[in-house]
Structures are given as structure tokens and as C-alpha cells.
């Protein structure tokens, strides 16, 4: 079994992704299993250890930010 992990450092824009872990972004927001949306690009900020991922979700533009 491979024991490398998806990051999303391996993601490709304009692709889709559903998130299949639940998980909690920088701003508390929930992100639920089966949240789906298209992967447009990322941003990371070095300095605070910061990702910025910017996606299109239901036709708008969101930001989910990790850190």
C-alpha cells in the first residue's frame, strides 16, 4: 500500500474534487464530505505557514484558507 498522501499541493485547477474527510478550514467554516468544487488555484503565504485555495463552488468564487 502507498503510504504518500493527497495534499493540496497535488491539486490541478480546473479540475473537480469532492472532499471525502470532513475537515474544519482557518475561518472554523465545516467542510462536510460529498462538498464538491472546482479547483481554480492556490496561494501560499511562507511566512505565516498559510494556503489560500481559491475554488468555484454552486458558480461562485470562494476561498477556503488552511494553515
Do not use: C
Amino acid at each position: 500500500m502507498d503510504n504518500q498522501k493527497f495534499t493540496a499541493y497535488d491539486l490541478v485547477p480546473g479540475k473537480t474534487y469532492r472532499v471525502i474527510v470532513e475537515f474544519k478550514d482557518y475561518d472554523r467554516i465545516v467542510h462536510p464530505v460529498g462538498e464538491s468544487w472546482r479547483f481554480m488555484k492556490k496561494s501560499f503565504l511562507p511566512y505565516e505557514d498559510g494556503l489560500t485555495m481559491f475554488v468555484e463552488k454552486d458558480g461562485q468564487e470562494v476561498w477556503i484558507r488552511l494553515q
